[in-house]
């Protein structure tokens, strides 16, 4: 089974904002595969398919986004889903807007949801895509800027963004992730 994994905060407050984008990625994948997010005992919104002939899983943590890990281990642990078969969907900062980058591996680069996942998993040896928000200008707190909504400028590169990151993962489903790094990074 492979999982996918878009990290985000939960509530309304949360919807629409920067740090959600991998939220944006999980819905978008859902209205493709016909996915139902429940509720489930993993601590955040989960559901399967079968795409292409592979099961599928597709997570949002609610537990906030600095303890993403608390929500991604257990599930992983109950459906014995193996490291290699994980890929995490996230906001990045030392992206521009609209930017994809697909990484096999690496640090947290100081996403703290990553460092949870990085942590609970005990490996920084997981797939990932990362969809560019920009850094916040004239010395807007980094807080500010992720809990805060894209502009309109912005909007249209990052909806492309994630229709590119969801067409990644499609494929991902299907050929090996070296491939999709060729086909996707930017």
Same mark, same amino acid.
């Given at each position: 089974?492979?999982?996918? =994994?878009?990290? &985000?905060?939960?509530?309304?407050?949360?919807?629409?904002?920067?740090?959600?984008?991998?939220?944006?990625?999980?819905?978008?994948?859902?209205?493709?595969?016909?996915?139902?997010?429940?509720?489930?005992?993993?601590? &955040?919104?989960?559901? *399967?398919?079968? =795409?292409?002939?592979?099961?599928?899983?597709?997570?949002?943590?609610? *537990?906030?986004?600095?303890?993403?890990?608390?929500? =991604?281990?257990?599930?992983?642990?109950?459906?014995?889903?193996?490291?290699?078969?994980?890929?995490?969907?996230?906001?990045?900062?030392?992206?521009?807007?609209?930017?994809?980058?697909?990484?096999?591996?690496?640090?947290?680069?100081?996403?703290? &949801?990553?460092?949870?996942?990085?942590?609970?998993?005990?490996?920084?040896?997981?797939?990932?895509?990362?969809?560019?928000?920009?850094?916040?200008?004239?010395?807007?707190?980094? *807080?500010?800027? =992720?809990?805060?909504?894209? *502009? +309109?400028?912005?909007?249209?590169?990052?909806?492309?963004?994630?229709?590119?990151?969801?067409? %990644?993962?499609?494929? %991902?489903?299907?050929?090996?992730?070296?491939?999709?790094?060729?086909?996707?990074? +930017?």
């Amino acid at each position: 089974m492979k999982l996918f =994994v878009g990290l &985000g905060n939960p509530g309304k407050e949360y919807e629409q904002t920067r740090h959600n984008v991998g939220f944006f990625v999980i819905d978008e994948l859902a209205k493709r595969w016909n996915v139902s997010l429940k509720t489930a005992k993993f601590r &955040g919104l989960f559901g *399967t398919a079968s =795409v292409s002939g592979e099961k599928v899983a597709l997570c949002k943590p609610l *537990t906030y986004m600095n303890l993403s890990g608390e929500c =991604v281990r257990p599930l992983m642990d109950y459906y014995d889903i193996a490291i290699d078969d994980v890929i995490v969907i996230y906001d990045d900062l030392d992206l521009p807007p609209g930017k994809i980058r697909l990484r096999l591996k690496g640090s947290s680069g100081g996403h703290n &949801g990553v460092k949870s996942l990085i942590h609970h998993l005990g490996t920084e040896q997981f797939k990932r895509i990362r969809i560019g928000i920009g850094r916040p200008a004239g010395g807007q707190p980094v *807080t500010d800027y =992720v809990l805060g909504r894209f *502009t +309109e400028e912005e909007k249209p590169a990052v909806d492309k963004a994630v229709l590119r990151a969801a067409d %990644a993962c499609e494929q %991902a489903v299907k050929a090996p992730f070296i491939q999709v790094m060729n086909d996707f990074n +930017e």
